[in-house]
């Protein structure tokens, strides 16, 4: 593995990853900003959408969600064959409980396609 300088700046000390052992604490800390991030840019987004949180959160999505990724795990995207890591609806449910658990409605898709799909659903 290729070692390099720690990230702290001033440091010359050498190490396989991001922070020397004298660092080390400082990924934790990059570690809880990041999570802290994502929590809140999760509650921002379905804050706009408290109705689809609600199914998203429940036991019944996850558990579909999490069975469906096992009968489907290629991205479904057309060329696509990467490993699937999201379960997309084609039709946004908009809090239906009937679209939204429809397993017609559903796709397979990777991070990148999900995440381009999202963005067109959201305009």
Known sequence: MKRSLCHVPGCFNLTDTRYC?????????????AAQGATKRWAEH????????????????????REYLARHPVCEWPRCGERATSVDHIVPHKGDEALAYDTGNLQALCKAHHDAKSRRDRG
Do not use: F, N, T, V
């Open 21 to 33: 052992e004298a660092h080390a604490y400082k990924q934790a800390e990059d570690d809880r900003r």
């Open 46 to 65: 379905h804050a706009k959408a408290p109705e689809s949180a609600a199914i998203w959160q429940s036991g019944r999505w996850k558990r579909l969600s």
